[in-house]
């Protein structure tokens, strides 16, 4: 292995510029060459890539969004597409690929090793947490920190007025972002997708911290609950309780900017620096993660497929704590 190509993908998530940091120093501390791939699968068809030094590394570990840019790419899902794109790195001798991204990005990059045979390591970037494999995936501990300090902020003024404040908070298909922020805030109700609540429970949740003399009340919400669009949900529950003033917020792509916090900026560099070390190794096919403080290995189709469940000690802490 001589020469190696970074990238990320996929929604950008907070800690991508500390890993690939990590990825083009490791690569370089081994002797590699190191190029940078820009806008994801959709850069690596059209050819946009750079040799990277460490040099070019400096002043981006603080920095939130990704230096090497990302995109969603429709024409890596094509055959052609990816011919084009194993085209791009036969000519540039490029030997291994390390991928940082979510479950699109990782789906892309076993379909891709299949057909070419051809080396990927992946990194778990996505501020979802939603990768099986890992306790943690980069961006996710920012993006619960963002939240948080945008819910402390409503707290203020729904305190202030004595409102029901409904804020949403991102995670199509995950809960893992809305349960923290809740717990991390102390809300009266979270609303995720693993655990369907209906519209009578969250009545129910309501009326009893009402019957406490709650005069706010905080209902943190995924974006893929299972309640269905979020003023929606804000409406009925108005017409069960028409004393109350009702505030819908959603915090959204706030929660994937800014600088990565420390935990984040720590993870990115050990994953990114592990990446290169894996593919020296001769590993492929696997996702790096975090497992109990230990750098793990899962394979693609595991990190893929398999479900992260939310942990049932967290549900129960949620429940307990706002009654
Ligand atoms: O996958 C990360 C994520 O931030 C999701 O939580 C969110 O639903 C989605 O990306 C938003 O994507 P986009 O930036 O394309 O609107």
Redesign the pocket.
């Known amino acids: 292995m001589k020469k190696i190509a970074v990238f990320s993908s996929?929604?950008d998530?907070p800690g991508m510029n500390a890993a690939i940091r990590a990825v083009v120093r490791t690569a370089n501390h081994h002797d590699l060459e190191v190029y940078g791939i820009y806008r994801g699968y959709q850069g690596l068809i059209e050819g946009d890539i750079k040799k990277l030094t460490n040099k070019d590394m400096a002043n981006i570990i603080h920095r939130g969004g990704t230096v090497l840019k990302t995109a969603?790419s429709k024409e890596f899902m094509t055959v052609e597409g990816r011919r084009k794109a194993h085209s791009v790195l036969e000519a540039y001798g490029i030997d291994g690929l390390i991928a940082i991204g979510?479950?699109g990005t990782l789906t892309g990059a076993k379909v891709f090793m299949e057909e070419y045979d051809f080396p990927i390591v992946g990194l778990p970037g996505?501020?979802?947490n939603?990768l099986y494999g890992t306790d943690l995936t980069i961006g996710f501990d920012t993006a619960v920190n963002t939240a948080i300090e945008a819910v402390d902020k409503i707290r203020d003024t729904a305190d202030s007025h004595n409102r029901i404040f409904f804020i949403e908070v991102?995670?199509?298909h995950?809960g893992f972002?809305a349960l923290n922020t809740g717990i991390g805030s102390g809300a009266s109700d979270i609303l995720i997708p693993e655990e369907m609540e209906t519209m009578d429970e969250l009545i129910s949740a309501l009326s009893t911290v009402k019957s406490r003399r709650k005069l706010f009340n905080l209902v943190i919400v995924a974006?893929?609950s299972g309640l269905g669009d979020i003023q929606e949900v804000a409406k009925q529950v108005q017409e069960k309780f028409p004393e109350r003033e009702i505030r819908v917020a959603i915090i959204g792509?706030l929660?994937?900017g800014g600088s990565p916090t420390a935990i984040d900026r720590v993870l990115s560099s050990r994953l990114g620096y592990a990446a290169v070390n894996a593919m020296c190794d001769g590993k492929k096919g696997v996702m790096l993660g975090i497992k109990n403080g230990e750098i793990s290995e899962v394979p693609f189709e595991d990190a893929i497929h398999k479900q992260k469940r939310v942990r049932a000690d967290l549900l129960q802490v949620a429940k307990v704590l706002a009654s």
Do not use: L, S, V
């Open positions: 996929g929604g998530a969603r979510g479950n996505t501020i979802d939603d991102m995670g199509r995950a972002i974006e893929g792509h929660q994937r």
